[in-house]
DNA sequence: TAGTGGTCTAGACCACCAT
DNA sequence: TGGTGGTCTAGACCACTAT
């Protein structure tokens, strides 16, 4: 049924091996939404493991919305395409994968730049997905680096490379959180360019902030535009304990 | 030290007794932001639960942003003050709390109308910080709910306790979930009201949807209108396993 | 009744940080 | 070196769902 193995000696823990593979059967629809994954002990018993890290594995799932559990029912894919895990740019391959889309990336600029502390490598690219004519844009994504921590970073071609692959792969480092603030855009030359006119739209979401590594150094500003054609969706869930309100 | 103790004959699990205890005291300034709550192992020891157990509660601070673990070091607590948690905005008195600010809340509308299954409850509200002069509105809340489901509830003072609170005390309904959409909302005269002129601002950010309890049932349409003076943060933190992006 | 997820115990070993 | 959080095992009992 499943070639797939857990490796007990790779470095990277079981519950994100798993998570990953998970992950996977459910953007490629092994596991259609709807349906429900392996139930946590018949996971157990095929790779061997606890319920406990097979429940981790899951647990992050949850967390991202790919799943919901139900007692006595299963653990159920109930992917809802457009969630805030759209907040997560750097996700934006995953993201058109579940939407059975080809993403497409389009550099607008590439430049170096002298900024406070030292040059800077300035990359604006839009976002989209690829269709039989003129790919449809859905965001704007504008990034600022410094050279000085990423020497020769603008080299690469972004069309063919994220640029968090990029950073993973030659600079090794993986960005880990980020602190974006939440404002409206007006319209601008850029937009029009980028996502058409748009009439009635008095303006755009707009995501801007820091994005850290594990030491928490400081890998990029960022600043994202969301297309109106992308319908943004916010879902949370949360459990009993979280987010109940108390009396004033 | 504590007088807090947990209770095993509670239904509430353990660690959702224990969550509740930490959330309530870094609210309240007992773990002031930067500082480290108890170590795992002390509140394993002061309890008399597994550290699982521990782990377990401390997780859902952690996914809420309130703390962070670092390894070696301990649990900090790092509040981020205006965080994705005010997507939940049936959350806004514990917001408030957060803020150190005591929260108002003005009824704009309460009525009932006709709907397309029978009655339904109008409620507007206005909600922010109380000022020494003047309140400072920070959103727009609209719920809309189905008087079928919730007879009597036009009754209620909705400046004095919060829908939620009503909800769970009097009809002993729990949100569990929301399907919130983002959109940009123009100005209006109702706007103006409660925000006052925000003389070069082109929207407002707006979130509306749906809430739903733990039966899947719907609970009420909802749609927050944000004020641009609210700086709202979206701050995202991912292991890494989660959003790494894959090559296109 | 059989199977699912929800909670919890009682350990173990490890990597990392402070001293 | 001692304490912290990170991972994992091997169970247990429960509530709920399907049949």
Not at 124 to 143: E, Q
């Amino acid at each position: 049924m499943t070639e797939f193995a857990l490796d007990p000696q790779d470095s990277t823990p079981l519950y994100t091996q798993l998570y990953r593979d998970l992950r996977q059967r459910i953007l490629d629809g092994t596991y259609p939404e709807g349906d429900a994954i392996p139930s946590e002990t018949a996971m157990r018993d095929l790779h061997g493991i606890t319920r406990s890290t097979v429940r981790h594995a899951v647990s992050l799932l949850v967390s991202e919305g790919l799943v919901r559990q139900i007692r006595g029912k299963g653990t159920l894919v109930t992917y809802t395409p457009i969630n805030h895990s759209v907040w997560n740019f750097g996700g934006f391959t995953d993201f058109s994968k579940a939407q059975h889309q080809r993403p497409v990336t389009k550099v607008l600029t590439q430049s170096v730049e002298e900024g406070p502390r030292g040059p800077q490598l300035l990359l604006v690219r839009a976002r989209g997905f690829a269709n039989d004519d003129a790919p449809t844009y859905l965001n704007l994504d504008t990034s600022v680096l410094e050279l000085s921590r990423f020497p020769g970073l603008e080299r690469f071609d972004f069309e063919r490379h994220s640029l968090y692959q990029v950073l993973r792969e030659h600079y090794e480092v993986a960005p880990v959180r980020n602190e974006l603030k939440l404002s409206v855009a007006l319209s601008s030359e850029l937009t029009r360019q980028v996502f058409g006119e748009q009439p009635g739209v008095p303006g755009f979401i707009c995501a801007s902030g820091e994005v850290y590594d594990s030491s928490d150094q400081l890998v990029e500003h960022t600043s994202v535009i969301y297309s109106p054609s992308l319908e943004m969706h916010v879902g949370t869930s949360w459990n009993g304990a979280v987010n109940e309100s108390v009396p004033a």
